[in-house]
């Protein structure tokens, strides 16, 4: 088969429909929305576009089959994700080459992406038979205390673009675990990905309206009415943190529980006693992954003033190899941004620095011809006043400013609104325990330029975002405790 005709087969396997009460379906306003590959800008699918109504059958749904699914032995629970994990993994390459081409990432990194997500499906199915309470008896002696725990109830998921397949699974696994049912809106750029994965999740056993999937192009239109219902018990999201706020807000009505995985502004510190080869690793790791849109992306590198020229020469000569191109071909490294909006918002933030005085080493432009290619940028010099010092660039750029101080470079580094990750490379000890604990973030990557592990608590403080996904706690966020006082 040629490379265009598997192209075609992965895209048109999809059930590019809705996924409401075990059924695909088209929308009930008969309508649909195209979903495009970034590296061309030609339309790959055309995709149900979900209505209010469909959003409110999709509710029902998952409110019909929650009491049901709660007293789903726990082991069949975890036993459908083990499938899961397993289908996805043998299934690998093709649902690699369908998040390629719907979101842009090259090959390499949507097959990582693949394993990453599958995991997510491991670690819960193993968390499933792990659930307890606890029994204990009263300080006073006159009573017990009993704990138990519970499904939260039916949940709503809202997932970004960017991670088309890991934002989804990392909230199905633990959902499934702890017994709750689902309605997922996926981004309407990248909703192939979900598609598959709710394909293979029923292949795999799991039962009727345990999850509903509606893609939609009008997200609050679709999704406010279902937080506003008051059925569903518990929102959780991944996305902006401007959208994050506004959900909150909607979510406050009926006292929802929520989790919120929202936007980052990683600041990178390179002390001068750092491995300065292990340093220039972990920076393009943090980076370059996802072509820098990612919420876990460095978006500030402080680099200290005896390291900085080598460093930065050097990082640039890295940036400057890479290959650029279409994802879905093999060897290439760096793939399109999302759309051209994305790629005009780079542009805008790497001109305002350059007018505030930094210096391009590399880049700095956009990639000519069709498709929404920026190259991979370093500037230098880098003032504090400029704009990608505050905003999450979510491109390939690379702003450097030097420092001496420690405690002036912790201060620079916590002076965000945003507290998701901060990496730090250091050879000392004790500086790297007093760094990592002024941190201001939920996540730290000490050496290493990766924090992202299902076995891990995912997550951020501040701006970034409320709860943790991943982890032993994971599956906390779809759990509540009841206590029962007993009588003695
Ligand atoms: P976004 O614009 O906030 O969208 C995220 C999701 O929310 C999409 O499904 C979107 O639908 C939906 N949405 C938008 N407006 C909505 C509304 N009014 N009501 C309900 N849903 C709504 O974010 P994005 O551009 O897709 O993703 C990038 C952002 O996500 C970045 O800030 C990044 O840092 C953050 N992120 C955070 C994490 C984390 O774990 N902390 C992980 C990945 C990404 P449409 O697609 O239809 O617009």
């Known amino acids: 088969m040629s ?26 306003g008969a309508k649909t929305f ?21 959003g409110m059958a999709a509710l029902d749904a998952a409110v019909a089959a929650q009491a049901r699914w709660a007293r789903y032995p726990p082991r069949e629970r975890g036993e459908i994700l083990r499938r899961a994990y397993e289908m996805m993994m043998r299934r690998q390459d093709d649902l690699a080459l369908l998040m390629t081409l719907e979101m842009g990432k090259p090959l390499t990194e949507s097959r990582g992406e693949i394993a990453y997500a599958a995991e997510f499906f491991r670690w819960f199915a193993e968390e499933a038979v792990r659930v307890d309470g606890s029994f204990a008896t009263a300080p006073n002696g006159a009573g017990r205390v009993l704990t138990m725990r519970q499904p ?22 633990p959902a499934v675990a702890a017994g709750c049912t689902m309605v997922l809106k996926p981004a309407s750029l990248t909703p192939l990905s979900m598609l598959a ?4 999740l029923a292949e795999c056993g799991l039962p009727d309206g345990v999850l509903n999937v509606v893609p939609s192009s009008r997200p609050g239109q679709l999704m406010e009415p279902l937080i506003r219902d008051g059925r569903a018990r518990k929102l959780s999201f991944t996305g902006s943190t401007e959208v994050g706020r506004l959900l909150l807000e909607q979510c406050a009505e009926q006292i929802m529980r929520t989790s919120m995985e929202l936007g980052g502004n990683a600041p990178f510190l390179v002390f001068a006693d750092a491995d300065l080869d292990a340093a220039l690793q972990g ?42 191109g279409r994802g879905s071909d093999e060897g290439v490294q760096v793939g ?30 956009p990639v000519d011809g069709p498709g929404y290619f920026y190259r991979p940028t370093v500037l230098v010099n880098v003032p504090s006043d400029a704009e990608l010092t505050s905003t999450e660039i979510f491109g390939p750029v690379a702003p450097i400013t030097s420092f001496t101080d420690e405690q002036q470079v912790l201060a620079a580094a916590n002076d965000s609104p945003f507290g998701l990750v901060s990496y730090v490379y250091t050879r000392d000890l004790n500086r790297a325990l007093r760094v990592c604990e002024g ?40 759990l509540e405790t009841k206590y029962v006082a007993v009588a003695t």
């Open 283 to 324: 920076a393009m790791v943090a980076k370059m992954r996802n072509i820098g849109e990612a919420c876990t992306a460095a978006n500030r590198f402080y680099v200290h003033a005896d390291l900085v020229e080598e460093f930065s020469h050097r990082l640039a000569e890295r940036m400057s190899s890479l290959r650029i």
């Open 197 to 200: 994965i709710a394909d293979l």
């Open 3 to 28: 490379s265009g005709d598997r192209q075609h087969a992965v895209t048109n396997a999809v059930p590019a429909e809705l996924f409401i009460n075990g059924r695909w379906q088209p929308s009930s």
């Open 336 to 365: 399109p941004l999302i759309d051209a909006k994305a790629r005009d918002k780079v542009q805008h933030l790497v001109d305002d620095a350059v007018a505030r005085g930094a210096q391009v080493l590399v880049g700095g432009e």
């Open 152 to 173: 939260v109830g039916p949940s709503l998921l809202i997932t970004p673009w960017n991670f088309p397949a890991a934002m989804g699974t990392r909230k199905i696994g």
């Open 439 to 478: 941190l201001e973030a939920g996540m730290v990557g000490l050496n290493q330029g990766l924090v992202s592990n299902p076995a891990a608590p995912f997550g951020g403080i501040k701006h970034s975002g409320l709860g943790r996904e991943g982890g032993a706690g994971g599956i906390e966020e779809f």
């Open 34 to 54: 195209d979903v495009e590959d970034p590296s061309t800008g030609e339309v790959l699918r055309a995709v149900a576009d979900a209505t209010p109504q469909d």
